[in-house]
């Protein structure tokens, strides 16, 4: 017989630049960056917007994802965390999703979760280390390029939560 969990309640807030900089980068075209213009003015270049780490003897790989999407209320009952490198994901369906993050280290408790609602032209690239919860699309099934790590070496950590973290369906 298990034990049941305890709850707590986890508040959704914007994707920002600055209040998601302890955990990654926000990848967006934004005046924000530096972008200029390339192809005799044809197109504008949104500059080097993701510090991409593939770690020790690791090489950056590309993929999608195909995310399925996720009802509110939903429960984030486990993280997990990338030890050796950095992991981007980039919208490609153009529907907003949730980001749950939590501090690299120790394992994190829900009360440390964080949960940023970001919009379908907004990518993050998770630090390395640094916990979050799997894909959480929304409103549909969404695709992500996917830019990470492959190499040797164990490059994915899982926990279960001691307390279960709820997003209701208050999004901002």
Not at 74 to 99: D, T, W
Request: some cysteine; charged content about 20%.
């Amino acid at each position: 017989m298990t034990t049941p969990l305890s709850i707590q309640s986890l508040r959704v807030e914007p994707l920002s630049r600055e209040a998601f900089a302890p955990f990654g980068e926000v990848i967006e075209a934004c005046d924000a960056v530096k972008h200029f213009t390339i192809n005799a003015g044809n197109t504008e270049r949104y500059h080097d917007l993701a510090n991409i780490e593939p770690g020790a003897d690791g090489r950056v790989i590309v993929s999608i994802f195909r995310g399925q999407p996720r009802a509110l209320p939903f429960r984030v009952e486990m993280m997990e965390r990338h030890p050796l490198a950095s992991q981007a994901f980039i919208p490609m369906s153009g529907k907003p999703y949730l980001v749950v993050v939590a501090p690299a280290g120790e394992a994190p408790t829900a009360a440390q979760l964080r949960v940023f609602v970001a919009r379908g032209d907004q990518g993050v690239n998770y630090a390395t280390g640094v916990w979050h919860h799997p894909l959480l699309a929304l409103g549909g099934v969404c695709d992500f390029l996917v830019v990470d790590r492959a190499g040797p070496g164990h490059n994915c950590d899982e926990i279960t939560l001691d307390t279960v973290g709820l997003i209701d369906c208050a999004l901002p």
